[in-house]
Nanobody
């Protein structure tokens, strides 16, 4: 019920914007999160945006990534600037909820992932 797009191959220092399209039922009820996963490692939370618009970033994303959403089109975005090879991963969006300042992903609402590769 979530579909990511926008992945691809970029060079170090370049930018990329990922999109996550969903439904009004999801965007109106859930907080949204972007995760990334490197082969052999756990999926890691990168950024979140709550239904009230509050935003949080992992330390690796602060200052370089920007999460946003458009409630009209039911789409979430993750803009990544000044990318490095360490940003190479499959990126997933998720609809979940915050409880006491922690984001809990909903297992029913994962996208299929989009590959991002940063290489010269």
């Amino acid at each position: 019920q979530l579909v990511e797009s926008g992945g691809g191959l970029v060079r170090p220092g370049e930018s990329l914007t990922l999109s996550c399209a969903g439904s009004e039922a999801i965007f109106g009820r859930f907080d949204m999160g972007w995760y990334r996963q490197v082969p052999g490692q756990q999926r890691v939370l990168v950024a979140t945006i709550r239904t009230d618009g509050r935003i949080d970033y992992a330390d690796s994303a602060k200052g370089r990534f920007t999460i946003s959403k458009d409630n009209t089109s039911n789409t979430a975005y993750l803009r990544m600037d000044n990318m490095t090879p360490e940003d190479t991963a499959v990126y997933y969006c998720n609809a979940g909820r915050y409880y006491q300042n922690d984001y809990y992903p909903n297992s029913d609402y994962w996208g299929q992932g989009t590959q991002v590769t940063v290489s010269s």
